[in-house]
Protein backbone atom coordinates (compact mmCIF):
# COMPACT_ATOMS: atom_id res chain seq x y z
CA UNK A 1 0.00 0.00 0.00
CA UNK A 2 1.39 3.18 -0.71
CA UNK A 3 2.03 5.35 2.04
CA UNK A 4 2.73 8.54 0.00
CA UNK A 5 1.23 9.43 -3.18
CA UNK A 6 1.53 12.16 -5.83
CA UNK A 7 -1.42 12.13 -7.72
CA UNK A 8 -0.48 14.43 -10.36
CA UNK A 9 1.62 12.02 -13.22
CA UNK A 10 2.83 15.15 -14.82
CA UNK A 11 2.98 19.14 -14.52
CA UNK A 12 3.66 21.54 -17.56
CA UNK A 13 3.78 25.07 -16.70
CA UNK A 14 5.28 28.32 -18.42
CA UNK A 15 8.70 29.97 -17.90
CA UNK A 16 8.70 32.36 -15.01
CA UNK A 17 5.55 31.14 -13.61
CA UNK A 18 5.06 29.20 -10.40
CA UNK A 19 5.62 25.59 -10.40
CA UNK A 20 3.31 23.75 -7.59
CA UNK A 21 4.14 20.07 -7.10
CA UNK A 22 2.00 18.11 -4.22
CA UNK A 23 2.00 15.06 -2.56
CA UNK A 24 0.14 13.30 -0.32
CA UNK A 25 0.85 10.80 2.82
CA UNK A 26 -1.51 8.45 4.82
CA UNK A 27 0.86 7.82 7.58
CA UNK A 28 0.51 10.59 10.83
CA UNK A 29 3.93 9.16 12.48
CA UNK A 30 6.14 10.64 9.21
CA UNK A 31 7.93 13.59 10.77
CA UNK A 32 10.36 14.42 7.98
CA UNK A 33 10.09 14.68 4.50
CA UNK A 34 11.94 15.49 1.06
CA UNK A 35 11.86 16.65 -1.90
CA UNK A 36 14.48 14.47 -4.98
CA UNK A 37 14.35 16.06 -8.24
CA UNK A 38 15.76 13.66 -11.05
CA UNK A 39 17.01 13.93 -14.52
CA UNK A 40 16.81 10.74 -16.94
CA UNK A 41 19.95 8.49 -16.61
CA UNK A 42 20.47 9.99 -13.61
CA UNK A 43 19.86 9.19 -9.81
CA UNK A 44 17.68 11.31 -8.00
CA UNK A 45 19.50 14.38 -6.28
CA UNK A 46 18.50 15.90 -2.87
CA UNK A 47 16.36 19.55 -2.89
CA UNK A 48 14.81 20.53 -0.08
CA UNK A 49 13.83 19.06 3.43
CA UNK A 50 11.22 20.16 6.27
CA UNK A 51 11.18 18.41 9.48
CA UNK A 52 7.18 18.11 10.97
CA UNK A 53 8.11 20.60 13.41
CA UNK A 54 7.85 23.58 10.64
CA UNK A 55 5.02 24.17 8.54
CA UNK A 56 7.19 25.89 6.12
CA UNK A 57 11.05 26.00 4.50
CA UNK A 58 12.69 27.93 1.78
CA UNK A 59 15.60 27.54 0.04
CA UNK A 60 16.15 29.72 -2.92
CA UNK A 61 13.36 29.76 -5.56
CA UNK A 62 12.30 26.23 -3.67
CA UNK A 63 9.91 26.44 -0.90
CA UNK A 64 8.05 23.02 0.77
CA UNK A 65 4.88 23.36 2.37
CA UNK A 66 4.24 20.88 5.03
CA UNK A 67 0.22 20.75 6.55
CA UNK A 68 -0.13 17.72 9.34
CA UNK A 69 -3.47 17.98 9.59
CA UNK A 70 -4.48 17.18 6.15
CA UNK A 71 -0.94 15.07 5.48
CA UNK A 72 0.04 17.00 2.62
CA UNK A 73 2.99 18.76 1.63
CA UNK A 74 4.10 21.01 -1.56
CA UNK A 75 6.99 22.10 -3.41
CA UNK A 76 6.80 25.42 -5.01
CA UNK A 77 9.04 26.68 -7.85
CA UNK A 78 8.93 30.40 -8.38
CA UNK A 79 9.74 31.88 -11.15
CA UNK A 80 10.21 28.48 -13.16
CA UNK A 81 13.46 27.56 -15.18
CA UNK A 82 13.55 25.08 -18.00
CA UNK A 83 16.02 23.63 -16.22
CA UNK A 84 13.72 22.42 -13.80
CA UNK A 85 12.12 19.92 -16.10
CA UNK A 86 12.17 16.95 -14.35
CA UNK A 87 10.93 13.99 -12.58
CA UNK A 88 10.54 15.22 -8.87
CA UNK A 89 9.79 12.92 -5.85
CA UNK A 90 8.72 13.45 -2.45
CA UNK A 91 10.09 11.16 0.37
CA UNK A 92 8.91 10.25 3.62
CA UNK A 93 10.54 9.13 6.92
CA UNK A 94 9.35 8.25 10.74
CA UNK A 95 12.58 8.97 12.85
CA UNK A 96 13.79 6.54 10.99
CA UNK A 97 17.00 5.82 8.31
CA UNK A 98 14.60 4.19 5.65
CA UNK A 99 12.11 6.62 3.51
CA UNK A 100 9.04 5.94 1.36
CA UNK A 101 8.98 7.64 -2.07
CA UNK A 102 6.39 8.49 -3.54
CA UNK A 103 5.28 7.76 -7.57
CA UNK A 104 7.04 11.20 -9.07
CA UNK A 105 5.89 14.15 -10.99
CA UNK A 106 7.07 15.01 -14.22
CA UNK A 107 7.52 18.92 -14.42
CA UNK A 108 7.95 20.48 -18.06
CA UNK A 109 8.85 23.97 -18.06
CA UNK A 110 8.41 25.46 -21.42
CA UNK A 111 10.49 28.13 -22.58
CA UNK B 1 30.98 15.32 -2.51
CA UNK B 2 29.46 12.61 -2.12
CA UNK B 3 30.20 9.55 -4.61
CA UNK B 4 27.61 6.78 -5.58
CA UNK B 5 28.84 4.29 -8.18
CA UNK B 6 26.94 1.75 -9.95
CA UNK B 7 29.11 -1.18 -11.53
CA UNK B 8 26.95 -0.71 -15.10
CA UNK B 9 24.80 1.64 -16.62
CA UNK B 10 23.04 -1.04 -18.72
CA UNK B 11 22.71 -4.78 -18.11
CA UNK B 12 21.14 -7.72 -20.28
CA UNK B 13 20.85 -10.73 -18.91
CA UNK B 14 18.72 -13.95 -19.64
CA UNK B 15 15.97 -15.29 -17.69
CA UNK B 16 17.16 -17.47 -15.18
CA UNK B 17 20.74 -16.23 -14.89
CA UNK B 18 22.40 -14.96 -11.52
CA UNK B 19 22.75 -10.98 -11.40
CA UNK B 20 25.27 -8.95 -9.12
CA UNK B 21 24.46 -5.29 -9.41
CA UNK B 22 27.15 -3.34 -7.20
CA UNK B 23 27.48 -0.12 -5.65
CA UNK B 24 30.45 1.94 -3.98
CA UNK B 25 30.40 5.03 -2.10
CA UNK B 26 33.49 7.25 -0.95
CA UNK B 27 31.81 8.71 1.73
CA UNK B 28 32.24 6.58 4.62
CA UNK B 29 28.53 6.38 4.92
CA UNK B 30 26.28 3.61 7.22
CA UNK B 31 23.42 3.33 5.37
CA UNK B 32 22.98 1.78 2.29
CA UNK B 33 19.73 1.33 0.05
CA UNK B 34 18.85 -0.39 -3.07
CA UNK B 35 15.74 0.51 -4.75
CA UNK B 36 13.77 -0.17 -7.87
CA UNK B 37 12.28 2.38 -10.04
CA UNK B 38 9.43 1.50 -12.02
CA UNK B 39 6.76 3.68 -14.01
CA UNK B 40 3.54 4.78 -12.37
CA UNK B 41 5.21 2.94 -8.99
CA UNK B 42 7.57 5.38 -7.93
CA UNK B 43 11.07 4.31 -6.04
CA UNK B 44 10.42 1.27 -3.98
CA UNK B 45 13.02 -0.44 -1.27
CA UNK B 46 14.57 -3.67 -1.79
CA UNK B 47 16.92 -3.98 0.79
CA UNK B 48 19.19 -1.69 2.85
CA UNK B 49 22.07 -2.32 5.02
CA UNK B 50 23.00 -0.11 8.19
CA UNK B 51 26.26 -1.62 8.76
CA UNK B 52 28.53 -4.09 7.64
CA UNK B 53 27.01 -7.67 7.24
CA UNK B 54 23.68 -6.06 8.74
CA UNK B 55 21.07 -5.93 6.40
CA UNK B 56 16.93 -5.54 6.56
CA UNK B 57 14.19 -6.40 4.14
CA UNK B 58 12.32 -3.39 2.38
CA UNK B 59 8.73 -3.54 0.72
CA UNK B 60 10.15 -5.96 -2.02
CA UNK B 61 12.90 -8.24 -1.21
CA UNK B 62 11.50 -11.29 -2.31
CA UNK B 63 13.60 -12.74 -5.36
CA UNK B 64 16.63 -10.27 -4.20
CA UNK B 65 19.25 -10.70 -1.73
CA UNK B 66 22.34 -8.67 -0.55
CA UNK B 67 25.72 -8.69 0.65
CA UNK B 68 27.66 -5.99 2.53
CA UNK B 69 31.48 -7.55 3.55
CA UNK B 70 32.95 -3.87 3.55
CA UNK B 71 31.56 -0.70 4.53
CA UNK B 72 31.64 0.96 1.16
CA UNK B 73 30.16 -1.70 -0.92
CA UNK B 74 26.81 -3.17 -1.13
CA UNK B 75 25.98 -5.68 -3.64
CA UNK B 76 22.13 -6.57 -4.98
CA UNK B 77 21.98 -10.22 -5.75
CA UNK B 78 19.61 -11.78 -8.01
CA UNK B 79 19.29 -15.15 -7.59
CA UNK B 80 17.28 -16.51 -10.56
CA UNK B 81 16.27 -13.66 -12.90
CA UNK B 82 13.53 -13.56 -13.84
CA UNK B 83 11.58 -10.94 -16.59
CA UNK B 84 9.49 -8.97 -14.15
CA UNK B 85 12.72 -7.70 -12.28
CA UNK B 86 13.52 -6.07 -15.41
CA UNK B 87 13.70 -2.45 -14.00
CA UNK B 88 16.37 0.43 -13.04
CA UNK B 89 18.28 -0.23 -10.18
CA UNK B 90 18.99 2.58 -7.49
CA UNK B 91 22.00 2.30 -4.86
CA UNK B 92 21.87 5.00 -2.53
CA UNK B 93 24.20 5.99 0.90
CA UNK B 94 23.27 8.38 3.78
CA UNK B 95 25.17 9.09 7.37
CA UNK B 96 23.27 7.35 10.09
CA UNK B 97 21.27 9.16 12.43
CA UNK B 98 20.47 7.42 15.69
CA UNK B 99 18.05 10.01 17.06
CA UNK B 100 16.54 12.99 15.14
CA UNK B 101 15.76 13.69 11.84
CA UNK B 102 17.29 11.04 8.82
CA UNK B 103 19.92 12.46 6.89
CA UNK B 104 19.25 12.99 3.12
CA UNK B 105 20.36 10.00 0.71
CA UNK B 106 22.43 10.48 -2.00
CA UNK B 107 22.11 7.94 -4.59
CA UNK B 108 23.86 6.68 -7.79
CA UNK B 109 23.80 7.06 -11.54
CA UNK B 110 21.41 3.81 -11.75
CA UNK B 111 21.33 0.41 -13.34
CA UNK B 112 18.82 0.00 -16.09
CA UNK B 113 18.48 -3.72 -15.98
CA UNK B 114 16.50 -5.32 -18.54
CA UNK B 115 16.05 -9.34 -18.42
CA UNK B 116 14.77 -11.36 -21.73
Known amino acids: DQQVKQNSPSLSVQEGRISILNCDYT??????FLWYKKYPAEGPTFLIS?????DKNEDGRFTVFLNKSAKHLSLHIVPSQPGDSAVYFC??????????FGTGTSLTVIP | DVKVTQSSRYLVKRTGEKVFLECVQD?????MFWYRQDPGLGLRLIYF???????EKGDIPEGYSVSREKKERFSLILESASTNQTSMYLC???????????????FGPGTRLTVT
Open chain 1, 27 to 32: NSMFDY
Open chain 1, 50 to 54: ISSIK
Open chain 2, 49 to 55: SYDVKMK
Open chain 1, 91 to 100: AASSAGNQFY
Open chain 2, 27 to 31: MDHEN
Open chain 2, 92 to 106: ASSLINPVGSPYEQY
